[in-house]
């Protein structure tokens, strides 16, 4: 027995932005399990979030020590 769940927004066509190299593969899905977010410039593209946390340091918000 299996069971799929669908996110409501992946019927809907959208563009994934999938970091690389990260530590846990990603899915090309609303659903993946990063939560990523739609891009608040870019209606239908999707950011999904490293487990490494490598956006953060891209930011400013974490620094190397």
């Known amino acids: 027995m ?11 066509p959208a563009c ?7 530590w846990r593969e990603h899915q090309a899905s609303c659903a993946c399990w990063c939560c990523p977010q739609q891009d608040d ?3 239908g593209v999707w950011r999904h979030n ?12 974490l620094r190397l020590q």
């Open 16 to 22: 994934h932005v999938i970091p690389l190299g990260d």
């Open 41 to 43: 410039l870019e209606p």
């Open 2 to 12: 299996s069971a799929t769940a669908e996110h409501p927004e992946d019927a809907l």
């Open 50 to 61: 490293a487990m490494d946390q490598r956006e953060r340091y891209e930011s400013g918000e």
